[in-house]
């Protein structure tokens, strides 16, 4: 019979906490070079010498460049979903949980700007995959707590009658289009939405824009 091994791990296959490390690392630095640079500039080499590993980690990992801005979408969504979901507790005024919801999608926003770039690219363009994943696992459950606080409101007399779906289309796509007319609306109107402070106030003008049109 084998004597047991008693010694040091053998090098080899990566344990599930090392490739984890290694994975979440890669996934940080594509977010860090689309951030700096935009999409474009996270080419699997780059993102490799950014990660410090070889190009060939970033295909054992995520397979190809695809694999790897969907896995990107994914984790930035999963983290825009818990926000979003948070905000507002239950028990406050609907209004001021929808207007909370309207802070932190701009907040989510401004912490990742590529990512409304790249969703339209990959989840609203070819990539069937990153749709319907981004379908069920983020637009699902955040229509349902967007559909949740209107009926709240509408039972409370404090919102008017209101398509939730309609609502949500509204607070995502006023949001999103800001971030992605920052080309034009820097030059254009001098509104920069990598300004902290610009953020906080057209996040102000869009809950009050929208509220006002929804209160009874």
């Known amino acids: 019979m084998a004597a047991k091994r008693t010694g040091p791990r053998s090098r080899g296959r990566p344990t599930r ?3 984890g490390d290694r994975r979440e690392a890669l996934l940080r630095a594509v977010r860090q070079l689309c951030a700096e640079h935009g999409t474009h500039a996270a080419t699997v080499r780059a993102v490799a010498r950014r ?22 979408i994914e984790q930035a969504a999963r ?49 069937v995959r ?3 994943r981004y379908v069920r696992e983020v637009v699902a459950p955040v229509a349902s707590a967007v559909a949740g606080i209107v009926a709240e409101g509408r039972r409370r007399g404090e919102l008017r009658d209101v398509d939730p779906r309609f609502l ?21 109107l001098g509104v920069d939405p990598s300004d902290p402070a610009t953020v906080d106030a057209f996040a102000r003008h869009t809950a009050e824009l929208l509220l006002h049109g929804m209160r009874r």
């Open 17 to 19: 906490t090392e490739a």
């Open 79 to 127: 983290e825009g979903r818990e926000r979003f979901l948070a905000a507002g507790p239950p028990g406050v005024r609907a209004e001021d949980r929808l207007g909370a919801i309207v802070t932190h999608l701009l907040g989510v926003l401004r912490a990742d700007p590529y990512l409304p770039r790249l969703v339209v690219e990959r989840v609203l363009g070819g990539d």
């Open 168 to 188: 949500l289309q509204t607070i995502v796509g006023t949001c999103v289009f800001f971030f992605l007319a920052a080309p034009v609306s820097r030059r254009a």
């Open 130 to 132: 990153a749709r319907e």
């Open 51 to 72: 990660a410090g590993v070889d190009p060939t980690l970033v295909t054992y990992y995520f397979g190809s460049r695809d694999g790897m801005l969907r896995a990107v």
